[in-house]
């Protein structure tokens, strides 16, 4: 079977909105995602997320992990730490080792639950940057549990991202959408997990199960967006495009006529990995990884969404 594409890069947000990280050779797969991926999140005074949706300024909020953060089974110290930069802030470092401190009443869409604090350092640092009271928090996996839509990948559990563990654009897509913008834009509009080249514009789509490496994945939704593509990730502003130029293109309405309109725009796919990411060594997907199609539909029109 001939590679339908391959990996060029990874990206991990390790707090929830802010910046993220592209990886310099792999990340470690964990059932809930990459390793680190939307492990932390910014709350209100009421426990409810700040995304940039309501908080522009996160897309300026950059982190940095170990570079041994993305070995498998590496484990941190007592000295291994999360730095934490914004404009105009002074660098912020949160220690890897697990907070002690509970915050009770935390949301994030549906799921409301308990997380780990981090602590009053943290939260002045977020509660000046933004202007408004703020707390970091970090999901605490031995005590809460937050499934993904059964309708969609029954059985299937994430952080804080916002629905699905994975999430997978091809360079194709973006070069074609590119074309027809008056001002071409960067992949970071879109913050994807896993970034492929090699392939047809928007042949993701398509794709419902896929091997990576020599994981399997499930493509179980196309990606509908929200308002953050239209954010400048280097300034915080926002503006009409994409999406505007997406309602022409990537619409319910142009991709799905013969479906349920909701007004949606599609663009990447969201995945899970199928395979048992608990036991075992070799657990991570590298740069350069092949991506074979092992199951398709013949159009968007057919795709989950």
Avoid: H
Avoid at 14 to 28: D, T
Avoid at 167 to 189: F, T, V
């Amino acid at each position: 079977m001939e590679a339908a594409a391959k990996v060029k890069s990874i990206f991990v947000y390790p707090i929830k909105s802010c910046r993220g990280i592209s990886v310099c050779q792999q990340a470690p797969l964990t059932p809930t995602g990459f390793r680190w991926d939307r492990q932390w999140m910014v709350i209100n005074n009421n426990g409810r997320a700040y995304t940039q949706r309501n908080e522009p300024k996160l897309a300026l909020v950059e982190t940095e992990l170990p570079n041994e953060a993305f070995l498998e089974g590496w484990e941190p110290t007592g000295r291994s730490f999360m730095v934490i930069r914004a404009p105009g802030m002074q660098a912020l470092k949160i220690s890897l080792s697990k907070p002690r401190d509970i915050a009770d009443g935390v949301s994030v869409w549906e799921w409301c639950g308990s997380a780990l604090a981090e602590g009053a350092e943290a939260s002045n640092w977020f509660t000046n940057y933004l202007g408004k009271p703020s707390r970091l928090v970090r999901y605490n996996a031995e005590s809460e549990t937050r499934p993904v839509d059964p309708k969609y990948a029954a059985g299937e559990k994430i952080m804080f991202s916002d629905c699905y563990p994975f999430m997978l654009l091809s360079q194709g897509s973006l070069d074609a959408l590119n074309k027809l913008l008056k001002e071409p834009i960067p992949i970071n509009r879109f913050r994807p997990n896993i970034l492929v080249d090699g392939c047809e514009p928007f042949s993701e789509d398509t794709w419902t199960e896929v091997r990576i490496n020599k994981f399997t994945f499930q493509g179980v939704k196309l990606c509908s967006r929200c308002k953050i593509p239209t954010i400048n990730q280097d300034t915080g502003d926002a503006g009409p495009e994409p999406n505007e130029t997406l309602k022409q293109i990537r619409s319910d309405k142009v991709l799905r006529p013969g479906r349920k309109q909701r007004g949606k725009i599609y663009f990447g796919q969201n995945m899970v990995c199928k395979d048992n990411l608990t036991e075992g060594n070799g657990k991570v997907l590298k740069l350069g990884d092949p991506v074979f199609v092992l199951k398709k539909v013949t159009s968007a029109a057919e795709a989950a969404a």
